[in-house]
């Protein structure tokens, strides 16, 4: 009776050790972004609406660039993008730099670079500091292991909050949304040949461990990833 006692207790001891260890992952586990309690707001540079290329020379030079050297951007050319991208241009209605569907406006903007995950608030333009984690590697990954993610300067993820269209659209707020996001890449394709940069638009990642990698809300999904830094060529 001893003996299967005995038994028993070690096989029990033993699952449970198992158990402990498949539910607590060593430091090779997937890494979550840790939210900060406080996070910090950064006031950005106010943003120029003078540049010294045309539009039609913009338009000509843009091309894909998936090769980009190590170097930072500075505080100016990140305002700059993230103005072109969703700034607002008309502070009486609240109009921003690319069109929505009755001026809903359901996208969002991440900014991952090598100092952090960053969130663009257009009103006051000014980013509030999410985590001071590099996960641009992690990003690469969940892009299916794009080394130009990685070596960007940074990347702008576009989240996209759908129900804040379809309430008033139905089914049909889903295109507009994703028509919205493809205004707000071209303004930083665009803007990022003004200011002598590159970037390329990347559609091919896994959308959950991109939500997950930056903590996004539930009703934020990630739809677009532009990586932006200068091109080696």
């Known amino acids: 009776m001893f003996g299967k006692n005995l038994w028993l207790f070690s096989s029990l001891t033993l699952i449970i050790l198992i158990t402990f260890s498949l539910g607590c992952p060593g430091k090779e586990g997937k890494k979550k972004m840790k939210t900060k309690v406080n996070p910090k707001e950064i006031k950005l540079p106010s943003p120029k609406t003078k540049g010294k290329l045309s539009l039609e020379e913009v338009i000509l030079k843009r091309r894909s660039k998936r090769s980009f050297l190590d170097k930072r951007l500075s505080g100016e050319q990140i305002s700059q993008l993230l103005w072109s991208a969703q700034g607002i241009t008309n502070p009486g209605l609240g109009f921003r730099s690319a069109p929505s569907a009755g001026a809903t406006y359901p996208l969002e903007l991440y900014l991952v670079s090598a100092d952090g995950v960053f969130h663009y608030i257009p009103e006051g333009h000014k980013l ?61 394709l665009l803007q990022a040949v003004a200011l002598e940069l590159g970037g390329v638009p990347i559609g091919a990642f896994i959308e959950e461990e991109v939500e997950k990698l930056l903590s996004l809300p539930e009703e934020e999904k990630a739809i677009y990833i532009i990586p932006v830094g200068y091109p080696r060529e």
Do not use: F
């Open 128 to 188: 509030i500091e999410l985590s001071s984690l590099d996960l641009r590697p992690s990003l690469a990954k969940a892009c299916l292991g794009q080394s130009w993610v990685r070596e960007a300067s940074v990347n702008i993820v576009i989240a996209a909050i759908y129900s804040r269209t379809t309430d008033g659209y139905g089914q049909r707020g889903i295109m507009y949304v994703h028509m919205e996001a493809g205004h707000v890449a071209q303004n930083i």
